[in-house]
């Protein structure tokens, strides 16, 4: 088993910054991808970005350029930069790890905040 926990974040200023943080712990070490969704109130979970364990990163066409993505593997974290933030980007953001098929891991979700 996994568990992921994640924390930074808040409440911020349109055009604000925010760096979240998700760290794995737990019996089961074989991780492969890990990445964030998140979900804003009355929708759907969506994808925001990922690492793979191979150094593929992926982003969401609503947060390229934007937001950051990168991974301490010896730390088993993975962290979002999010810079240049709006109000859309509000909603409660998870941490997910992939394990060996079809293991799949959640972490219970921070905040986001931006208010315009």
């Known amino acids: 088993q996994v568990q992921l926990v994640e924390s930074g974040g808040g409440l911020v200023e349109f055009g604000g910054s925010l760096r979240l943080s998700c760290t794995a712990s737990?019996?089961?070490?074989?991780?492969?991808?890990m990445g964030w969704y998140r979900q804003a109130p009355g929708k759907q979970r969506e994808f925001v970005a990922q690492?793979?364990?191979?150094?593929?990163?992926n982003y969401s066409d609503s947060v390229k350029g934007r937001f950051t993505i990168s991974r301490d593997n010896a730390k088993r974290s993975v962290y979002l930069q999010m810079n240049s933030l709006k109000p859309e980007d509000t909603a409660v953001y998870y941490c997910?790890?992939?394990?060996?098929?079809?293991?799949?891991?959640w972490g219970q979700g921070t905040q986001v905040t931006v208010s315009s």
């Open positions: 997910n790890a992939e394990g060996p098929y079809p293991k799949l891991y």
């Open positions: 737990g019996s089961d070490l074989r991780i492969n991808a």
């Open positions: 690492s793979t364990s191979g150094g593929v990163i």
